[in-house]
C-alpha cells in the first residue's frame, strides 16, 4: 500500500513558446491532500491539465501506479475525478439528468446516490429544476456533487471554491479531507485561506525558469 | 478503499450522450428547425427564381434537392461541438474512461437523428413541387438518408478540427467541401438514373460504401481532433 499513487518526474511545461515551469518533481502517496499554488499565469491549470493527459508535457513524465498515464490512460482515467474551471452543466437539462449523465461517463450512478449527493451540496428539492434557472453558485454546486457520486481515487479541482458561499466551502474541505483519509489524492488549486487541518502545497513559483524573471 | 469496484459499461456512456443530447435539443425546438426551413424555404423559392416548367424542373430536381441538402447539414454544423467544448463538456468526455469514438459516434447519430433524417423524410413533397417523376422517389429518400449520414460523420470530423477557432465557419467549409463533392456526385446521379430508368442499385450500394468506411474513419479523426483542439 506504500506504492506511490502519483509521480511527477522532472515535468517542464511550456504554453505558446513560453516556459511556465520545469523540473517538477513530486510524490503523492496515498492519502495525499495537495494543494497548488502560484501567481496568477504560473501554470496551475496548466500543471492539472497536464496531469490529466489533456496537454503534452514538454518534457518529463506523470508516472500513475509507477507506470506512464498516457500508457494506461483507460485505467488511468476510471481512477480520475477531473473538475475544471468550465461548468458542464447543460442549461435546458434538469439537475437530475445533468448528473445522470456526467455519472454515465464514469461509473454510473444509480437514483438514489444522486439524491443523496444533491443532499449534500444542499441542492436537495432541486433535482428537477431547469439547470438554466440555478445561480452560478448552485451550477458549480451540480459539478460538486459528483465528488460524492464519484469512486475515482484521484480528484483534480481547478479552483473547487469559486462562487461558492462559506458553509459550502467548509463542506467540500471536509470532502476532500474525507476522501483523503480513505485513501485518496486530492490535487486542487486555490486563492483561499483554508482551514483544513493538513494539507501539502506545492508552490509553481519555485519551479520558474532563470529567463522567466530576466524577462519580467 | 474508494476504488474497489470501478467496472462501467462502455455503451452507459454512449447512451447518456445520445439521450442527453436529444433531450435537451428536443426543449431547444427551434435550433434545430433553422437547417430544415433553410431547406424548405430554398426549393420552394427555386421554381420562382427559375422557368418554373415541367420539364426543366424536372431535369434539375435530383440535383438541386440534394444541393440544398448538402448546404443545409453544411449549416448545422458548426455547433456541432461547440457548446460542449465552451462549458467543458468535451473536457469530461475526454477524461472518462468512455472511449472517446463511442462519444463522438453519439453525437453525430443524434446530429444526423435531428437535421439529415428530417431532410430526406420531406424530400419527397419537395420533389413534388419541383415535379420529379415518382420514379425519383424512392431513390431521393434512400439516398438522401445514406447521404446525409455520411455528411454528418465528414462534419464531425471538420467540426472537432475548427472548434478551437473563433470564427470556424469558412475554415469549416473549405475543409469538409471536397469531401462532400464525391457524395454529393453520386448521390444526385442516383436519382436522376433511377428517373431515367436505370435503377437506383448501384449508387446506393456506392453510398452504403461510402457511409461504412465514413463509420469507421470519421469518428476516430474526429475524436483525435478533438484530443488537440481541448489544448486550446
Avoid at chain 1, 496548466?46 to 498516457?70: E, I, N, Y
Avoid at chain 1, 483523503?180 to 486530492?186: E, L, Q, S, T
Wanted: glycine letters at 8%; charged letters at 10%.
Amino acid at each position: 500500500m506504500s506504492e506511490p499513487l502519483l509521480t511527477l518526474e522532472n515535468l517542464s511545461c511550456e504554453r505558446d513558446g513560453r516556459t511556465l515551469f520545469s523540473g517538477v518533481h513530486y510524490t503523492c502517496n496515498r492519502g495525499t491532500l495537495l494543494q497548488i499554488v502560484g501567481f496568477n499565469g504560473a501554470g496551475k491549470t496548466t500543471l492539472l491539465h497536464t496531469l490529466a493527459g489533456l496537454l503534452p508535457a514538454s518534457s518529463g513524465t506523470v508516472l500513475w501506479r509507477g507506470q506512464p498515464a498516457h500508457r494506461q490512460r483507460q485505467a488511468f482515467y476510471q481512477e480520475l475525478l477531473y473538475l475544471g474551471h468550465q461548468v458542464p452543466v447543460k442549461p435546458q437539462l434538469s439537475v437530475r439528468e445533468n448528473l445522470l449523465w456526467l455519472g454515465a461517463l464514469n461509473p454510473p450512478a444509480t437514483e438514489a446516490a444522486i439524491a443523496e449527493a444533491l443532499a449534500e451540496v444542499d441542492l436537495a428539492g432541486f433535482e428537477d429544476s431547469p439547470s438554466y434557472a440555478l445561480s452560478a453558485g448552485q451550477k458549480r454546486r451540480v459539478l460538486l456533487a459528483q465528488l460524492y457520486l464519484s469512486r475515482a481515487t484521484l480528484w483534480i479541482l481547478d479552483e473547487p471554491f469559486t462562487a461558492i458561499d462559506k458553509a459550502g466551502v467548509q463542506k467540500l474541505e471536509a470532502a476532500m479531507a474525507c476522501h483523503a483519509a480513505k485513501g485518496g489524492v486530492v490535487l486542487f488549486t486555490s486563492h483561499q485561506p483554508l482551514a483544513m487541518a493538513e494539507f501539502s502545497i506545492l508552490d509553481l513559483s519555485a519551479y520558474q525558469t532563470p529567463q522567466e524573471f530576466a524577462d519580467a | 478503499m474508494p476504488n474497489t469496484d470501478n467496472r462501467y459499461q462502455i455503451g452507459a456512456g454512449f447512451k447518456a450522450v445520445i439521450r442527453r443530447d436529444l433531450t435537451s435539443l428536443w426543449r431547444n425546438r427551434s435550433d434545430i428547425a433553422s437547417p430544415l426551413v433553410f431547406f424548405l424555404i430554398s426549393i420552394t423559392l427555386l421554381p420562382l427564381g427559375v422557368d418554373p416548367s415541367d420539364k426543366l424542373l424536372a431535369t434539375i430536381a435530383p440535383g438541386m434537392i440534394w444541393i440544398m441538402a448538402l448546404l443545409a447539414t453544411l449549416l448545422s454544423l458548426d455547433t456541432l461541438f461547440r457548446q460542449d467544448y465552451d462549458d467543458g463538456s468535451l473536457t469530461q468526455f475526454i477524461l472518462s474512461p468512455q472511449p472517446l469514438y463511442l462519444t463522438v459516434l453519439a453525437k453525430v447519430i443524434v446530429h444526423w437523428l435531428t437535421t439529415g433524417l428530417p431532410l430526406a423524410l420531406i424530400a419527397p413533397v419537395l420533389g413534388v413541387m419541383l415535379s420529379l417523376p415518382s420514379g425519383g422517389y424512392w431513390p431521393l429518400v434512400l439516398s438522401l438518408t445514406i447521404g446525409t449520414a455520411i455528411m454528418s460523420l465528414i462534419g464531425a470530423m471538420g467540426a472537432a478540427l475548427t472548434v478551437c477557432l473563433r470564427s470556424s465557419a469558412l475554415v469549416l467549409t473549405l475543409i469538409i467541401m471536397p469531401l462532400y463533392l464525391p457524395v454529393l456526385i453520386i448521390g444526385a446521379n442516383t436519382v436522376s438514373s433511377a428517373v431515367a430508368g436505370f435503377g437506383a442499385t448501384q449508387g446506393l450500394a456506392l453510398l452504403g460504401a461510402a457511409l461504412a468506411l465514413a463509420l469507421l474513419v470519421m469518428p476516430l479523426a474526429a475524436a483525435g481532433a478533438l484530443r488537440i483542439s481541448s489544448n486550446h
